[in-house]
């Protein structure tokens, strides 16, 4: 196959989404019960943050996501959305302005690029590419990227895969352990159940340390989806694993070609919001039948703004897969 800078923005055709979660009648009705209380502390109309808090709200996956996490222990649950609605609200994950963490992206150490066989968007972190000092922005570009995985996820999927590549990564770019435990309360915080898999290679020995410096700060369920050397294309379909894991896929990143393609497929702003139409994710037309299997998907991305309905509706019927 030959050389591309395009990345893959949707999962492969056929993919049948998994894990898909069935609620019985006591879950359901506990799902509700957070979703009323949630509302109960949502910020006032006039505040700026309010439409997108309940944006975030609004999603179908974050209040059963936060009562799966909780174990279906009410108080435990309205604990744990509590405190995210707080940090979201300091934090503002979903209004990072691109350019502000856009350095952080120039070697691509964090790169989000195809799916696993689950329809799972992969974000790939490779410490040996650190190009950047320790600092709060790193931590905002990381969050940014789960962002835009949360923004990619097909109909009915809920998490997301790392996978660390440790290859040429040495002391000096492994992130230390304090900034290793900030990172994990984030995801197991305020991104609960969004982790489907973690995949590890290339570990060196030398770092092994770090795995015991981070190993009593990881929640059991986090550390159960940890996968070290394991065969990788029995994970990912090898038309979007790149090759030097074992795919098909001749992935060459291209900084300014990667960066655009994200932050347009998306429709972010510079000034981090949306584009008009991308307030709710991005225009692509995928869609999820019941029996959870990916369709032939379609970009839109050159369908016009001021396209009517009918246009759209003409743009799905030419079949286009990525």
């Known amino acids: 196959m030959a050389r591309t800078t395009s990345i893959h923005l949707f999962p ?4 049948v989404i998994r894990p898909i979660h069935v609620y019985s009648e006591e879950q359901t009705a506990q799902i509700e019960e957070l979703r009323q209380y949630a509302h109960t502390l949502v910020l006032p109309e006039s505040d700026s943050y309010y439409n997108w808090e309940l944006r975030w709200l609004n999603k179908p996956d974050t209040i059963p996501r936060y009562m799966r996490a909780a ?3 009410m108080n435990d649950a309205q604990k744990r959305i509590k405190g995210t609605l707080e940090w979201r609200r300091e934090f503002k994950p979903d209004l990072i302005p691109p350019d502000e963490v856009k350095i952080e ?3 691509g150490k964090i790169l ?3 799916f696993d066989k689950d329809g799972r968007p992969i974000i790939y972190m490779r410490p040996g590419r650190e190009n950047t000092e320790t600092s709060p922005r790193q931590l905002r570009h990381l969050v940014w990227w ?7 996820m097909p109909p009915g999927q809920e998490t997301l895969v790392i996978f660390v590549d440790y290859k040429t990564a040495t002391l000096r770019t492994n992130p230390s352990v304090s900034v290793a435990i900030k990172v994990l309360s984030i995801l197991q915080q305020h991104y609960v159940e969004t982790l489907g898999r973690a995949i590890i290679v290339n570990l060196p020995f ?3 340390f770090f795995y015991k410096g981070i190993a009593p700060f990881l929640d059991p369920v986090t550390r159960d989806k940890m996968r070290f050397n394991p065969v990788v294309t029995e994970l990912i379909p090898e038309s979007q694993l790149d090759s030097e894991f074992g795919g098909d896929y001749e992935y060459e990143f291209d900084y300014e070609s990667y960066w ?4 347009d497929h998306c429709g972010i702003a510079p000034d981090g919001t949306r584009l008009p139409g991308y307030f709710d994710g991005p225009k692509s037309a995928i869609t999820a039948p019941e029996n959870g299997v990916v369709p032939t998907t379609v970009d839109l991305e050159g369908v ?3 396209k009517d309905t009918e246009a759209r509706h003409e743009a799905l019927e030419e079949e286009a897969i990525f």
């Open 146 to 152: 789960l962002e835009r995985a949360k923004d990619m």
């Open 71 to 73: 174990k279906w222990k």
């Open 112 to 114: 989000l690029n195809g």
């Open 206 to 208: 030398i770092l092994n």
């Open 12 to 15: 492969e055709p056929g993919t």
């Open 260 to 263: 655009k393609q994200v932050v």
């Open 105 to 107: 992206s120039e070697t």
């Open 304 to 306: 016009s703004k001021e």
